[in-house]
């Protein structure tokens, strides 16, 4: 055994161990890629979804119709909380 053989043996070991090493990083690299290119699918259709929301809030008369509806919520709850307070301190003085 000459040292020859020995440096053969070396770089035919240091080419199995290369082959499988990039093998390894290739499947690696593909299934990142699967999944990146999967996420970046559905954020493609979130932004898709959230423009179009916006866009119809713009044009549609909605926004006028939901400031109507708070403010007539806003209105009653500050009435029925003055009657509740009246209520209950009517109560208080019951006891």
């Known amino acids: ?3 020859e053989w020995f440096r053969d043996l070396s770089i035919t070991i240091l080419g199995f161990v ?3 090493a990039l093998i390894l990083i290739t499947v690696l690299i593909y299934r990142l890629y699967s999944q990146a290119k999967t996420t970046i699918q559905l954020v493609k259709a979130t ?3 959230a423009y179009d929301t916006a866009t119809l ?3 549609g008369p909605l926004v006028a119709i ?10 009653l ?3 029925s909380k003055n009657f509740t307070k009246e209520s209950s301190k009517g109560e208080n003085k019951n006891e």
Do not use: E, F, H, Y
């Open 66 to 75: 939901l400031t109507v509806v708070q403010s007539i919520r806003k209105k």
């Open 18 to 20: 290369a082959t499988a």
């Open 57 to 59: 809030v713009q044009q």
């Open 47 to 49: 932004a898709k979804i």
């Open 77 to 79: 709850r500050g009435i």
């Open 1 to 3: 055994m000459d040292m």
